[in-house]
C-alpha cells in the first residue's frame, strides 16, 4: 500500500470535520444525560407500587437435575478420582439398565454426552480436568 502526505489543506479540512463530529456527540451526550435526569426524576415521583424493581442478576435457578445427570455424578463419586468419559459411558450405560432408563446405544451415548456439556459448562457441577492422552477426565466441583 503507498502512503502519501496530505497537504496542508487536506489536514485543515479533517481536523474541522473531527470537531465538528466532537460536537455532535457531545450534543447527542448532553440530551441523553437530560433525558436519564428527567427520567429518573418520573421514577421519583412514582407510587412505590408502580417502580420498577431493577432485575439482579445470577438470580436464575439452575436447570434441574435429571436421572441421567444424577447416574453421572454417582459414576464420577463411586470412582473417586478424575474419571474418563469411557469409563463414564460404561458405569452410566451400566447403571441405567438397572435403573430400567436404558435406551439404544447411540442415543444412551448422546444422552451422556449431553449431560456431561449440561454439568460441566452451564451448571458447574463437575469440571473437566487434563488427562494423559487425548481428551479430558471429569471430576466434581469443589
Known amino acids: 500500500m503507498e502512503t502519501r502526505e496530505l497537504s496542508k489543506e ?6 474541522a470535520e473531527f470537531k465538528s463530529e466532537v460536537r455532535k456527540n457531545l450534543t447527542k451526550i448532553d440530551f441523553f444525560n437530560e433525558k ?3 427520567l429518573t426524576k418520573m421514577l421519583g415521583m412514582m407510587p412505590e407500587s408502580i417502580k420498577v424493581e431493577d432485575k439482579k442478576t445470577g438470580t436464575r435457578k439452575p436447570y434441574p437435575l435429571s436421572t441421567w445427570d444424577k447416574i453421572i455424578i454417582d459414576v464420577i463419586k463411586e470412582n473417586g478420582r478424575p474419571t474418563t468419559s469411557k469409563e463414564i459411558y460404561d458405569n452410566a450405560m451400566a447403571k441405567a439398565t438397572e435403573m430400567g432408563v436404558a435406551m439404544e446405544e447411540s442415543k444412551m451415548k448422546s444422552k451422556i454426552n449431553q449431560c456431561l456439556v449440561k454439568l460441566s459448562s452451564r451448571r458447574h ?4 480436568v487434563k488427562y494423559q492422552g487425548r481428551g479430558f477426565a471429569y471430576t466434581l466441583a469443589e
Open 125 to 128: 457441577d463437575i469440571k473437566k
Open 36 to 38: 436519564i435526569d428527567e
Open 10 to 15: 487536506e489536514l485543515i479540512g479533517l481536523i
